[in-house]
C-alpha cells in the first residue's frame, strides 16, 4: 500500500475530523448512569504489558494487545507473534489470552484471539431471603477478537476489531456482538509523540432470561511519548458509559536488550479502592519474551498477570 504524502490541508482536515469525531463520542458519555451496563468483564485490563502500564495503552499499541486496547496499533506489527496468557484475579477468578498477529503488509496488520473468564465453586442461594444452601455454581465468560489495522496516511493509523462473547451462569447462556474502532495520531512534526482515540465494545444487548443490559461502551483518548529508545511515558483518559472518568498513566524501561521494567496508576483502582500502583517487567530470551504484571486491590487482594510471546523472526 502506498502511503501519500501529507499536506498542510490534509493536515488540517485530519484534525479537524479528529476533533469532531472526539466532540460527538463525548457527548455520547454525557449521562453517567452507574450500573447500567452488561458483559463487563470486556472493561478488565488484559496482558501484562498494559496492565503493568496501568492500562495507558492506547497510544502504544504495538503488539498483540492492540486488540484489547486500540486496533490500528496493528497496522505497527514487524513480526508474526503467538501469544499466550494466564492470570489469577480477583475472589480466586482466572482468566486468560491465546491470540495471534501479524504484519499483512509494510503498512497493514492483522489480529485474533480468545479471551476466557471463570469463576468456580460461587455459592448458590435458592431465593434471596433465604441462607446459602451449601450448593455450588460456576461461571465463564468467553470472548472472541478479530481485528484489522492500516496506515492511511504517514501520520495517521487506523483499526477496527470486530468481536463475539458468550456468557454462561449455571445453565443461563447469553450471546452478542461488539466492535472497537481506534484511531493513532503520530505527527511528523513531534516524532516523539503519538496521540490515539478509541471507541470500544459497540454493539447490540445483552440478555439474561428475559433481562438486557447494554454492551460497557467505552472511550479512550490517549498520548504516549518516547524520549528516547527503550523508554516510554503513556497516558489514558478514559470514559465507561456505566461509571466516571478515569485517568491512567505507565512508564516503560528497557533497562537492557533482555529486560524491561514497568509501572503504572490507575485512579479508578486508587478512588475505589485506596491503591492504583500497577507494575511488572518484561525478559527477553532469543525470540521469546516472557511479560508478568502484579497489581494489588486491597482488601479484594493481590492479581498476577503472566504471558509468553514467540515472534516468528527477529524483532
Given at each position: 500500500m502506498k502511503i501519500s504524502q501529507e499536506s498542510g490541508v490534509w493536515s488540517l482536515e485530519s484534525v479537524r475530523s479528529l476533533f469532531l469525531f472526539v466532540l460527538l463520542s463525548f457527548s455520547c458519555f454525557a449521562d453517567y448512569s452507574e450500573g447500567v451496563c452488561g458483559a463487563t468483564f470486556l472493561k478488565i485490563n488484559s496482558l501484562p504489558r498494559p496492565v503493568s502500564l496501568g492500562g495507558a495503552f492506547s497510544a502504544v499499541s504495538d503488539d498483540l494487545s492492540a486488540l484489547y486496547y486500540n486496533p490500528a496499533g496493528l497496522s505497527q506489527l514487524k513480526v508474526p507473534e503467538g501469544v499466550a496468557s494466564a492470570a489469577s484475579w480477583i475472589d480466586k477468578t482466572k482468566f486468560g489470552i491465546i491470540g495471534y498477529c501479524s504484519p499483512i503488509s509494510e503498512n497493514s496488520g492483522f489480529g485474533l484471539s480468545v479471551l476466557?473468564?471463570?469463576t468456580d465453586k460461587i455459592p448458590l442461594y435458592k431465593?434471596?431471603?433465604?441462607?446459602q444452601s451449601g450448593e455450588f455454581f460456576d461461571a465463564m465468560d468467553l470472548s472472541i477478537r478479530i481485528g484489522y489495522g492500516m496506515r492511511l496516511t504517514r501520520s495517521n493509523y487506523f483499526g477496527i476489531v470486530g468481536g463475539w462473547i458468550?456468557?454462561?451462569i449455571e445453565e443461563e447462556k447469553s450471546h452478542s456482538f461488539f466492535f472497537d474502532i481506534g484511531e493513532l495520531y503520530k505527527p511528523k512534526s513531534l516524532d516523539k509523540m503519538a496521540f490515539s482515540i478509541v471507541l470500544?465494545?459497540?454493539g447490540g444487548k445483552?440478555?439474561?432470561i428475559e433481562e438486557e443490559d447494554e454492551m460497557p461502551l467505552t472511550l479512550k483518548v490517549g498520548f504516549a511519548y518516547f524520549p528516547i529508545e527503550k523508554i516510554i511515558f503513556s497516558l489514558d483518559f478514559v470514559k465507561p458509559k456505566d461509571n466516571n472518568?478515569?485517568?491512567?498513566?505507565?512508564?516503560e524501561w528497557g533497562a537492557n536488550k533482555n529486560l524491561t521494567l514497568r509501572t503504572g496508576f490507575n485512579s479508578q483502582v486508587f478512588k475505589?479502592?485506596?491503591v492504583g500502583i500497577t507494575g511488572g517487567f518484561g525478559i527477553r530470551i532469543n525470540?521469546?519474551?516472557l511479560n508478568y504484571s502484579y497489581v494489588p486491590y486491597s482488601f479484594l487482594g493481590e492479581t498476577h498477570n503472566l504471558s509468553l510471546t514467540t515472534h516468528f523472526g527477529r524483532n
Open positions: 476466557y473468564l471463570k431465593d434471596v431471603d433465604t441462607s458468550n456468557q454462561r470500544q465494545n459497540l445483552t440478555k439474561f472518568y478515569q485517568i491512567r498513566y505507565g512508564f475505589d479502592l485506596g525470540t521469546f519474551n
